[in-house]
């Protein structure tokens, strides 16, 4: 079955510092997603993007924040400069037709930490 | 503010008996309901979809009910079995729009 793929599994990051985290949706889907989750905390929206523009976004995502897909299967998250409370899992998601018809497939994450 | 909570932290269910875990929203209208199962270290994992004009859904042992005049839903798991440990979101989407909206999760413990 397909799967959303996140890489890297684990990134490490000093203060201030610019992250680029990877994903590669599933490849007929049409909406792809970025969500983070706080240690012990709920899964939080950060951004929903479709049709090459972010349709929706978060108080969270800032301007520190952006997406982008660059070549048609990859969707990258960038923080340009991160600050400690950006600690946290790091979920990507894509969907066939939007979260009213059909599910969000999630990959595994990317656990960022910031020191 | 809108609110999503899910009835306790933590359940724990005897294997073979029905869990029954609750979703309940406040100041939302939400127009589709998901539940999702996650795993520790995990993604969410999509279980069931009800929309707001379906008071229920099943599928093979899990069943989902919604009832709008409430702002509540129920997820039930029948039979349950040690592998469907793993703590249960629930999540909400508005119309016309793709912010799906997840609570806080109940960790459910299906014990031997």
């Known amino acids: 079955e397909p799967e959303v793929t996140q890489t890297p599994s684990h990134q490490v990051t000093q203060m201030g510092q610019e992250v680029i985290l990877r994903c590669v949706p599933i490849s007929n889907h049409l909406y792809f997603y970025w969500y983070r989750q706080i240690l012990g905390q709920k899964v939080e929206f950060l951004v929903s993007?479709?049709?090459?523009?972010?349709?929706?976004k978060s108080e969270i995502f800032d301007d520190q924040f952006s997406v982008e897909r660059p070549d048609g299967s990859n969707f990258t998250l960038k923080i340009r400069s991160t600050k400690l409370e950006d600690s946290a899992m790091y979920f990507c998601?894509?969907?066939?037709?939007?979260?009213?018809?059909?599910?969000?497939?999630f990959g595994n994450g990317t656990r960022l930490t910031v020191t | 503010s809108q609110k999503i909570e899910q009835n306790s932290e933590a359940l724990n269910i005897q294997e073979g008996k029905t869990a029954t875990l609750t979703c309940n929203y406040t100041n939302y209208s939400p127009a589709y309901l998901q539940w999702y199962r996650q795993d520790p270290g995990r993604g969410p994992v999509f279980l069931l979809l009800i929309r707001e004009n379906e008071k229920e859904k099943r599928k093979e042992r899990l069943k989902v009910t919604f009832d709008t005049t409430l702002k509540q839903s129920l997820f039930h798991i029948t039979a349950s079995q040690p592998a469907d440990s793993a703590t249960y979101l629930c999540?909400?989407?508005?119309?016309?729009?793709?912010?799906?909206?997840f609570g806080t999760g109940t960790r459910l413990t299906i014990i031997p």
């Open positions: 999540a909400l989407l508005g119309f016309g729009n793709e912010k799906l909206t």
């Open positions: 993007f479709y049709n090459n523009e972010i349709s929706e």
């Open positions: 998601a894509s969907s066939l037709a939007g979260g009213k018809n059909s599910p969000l497939h």
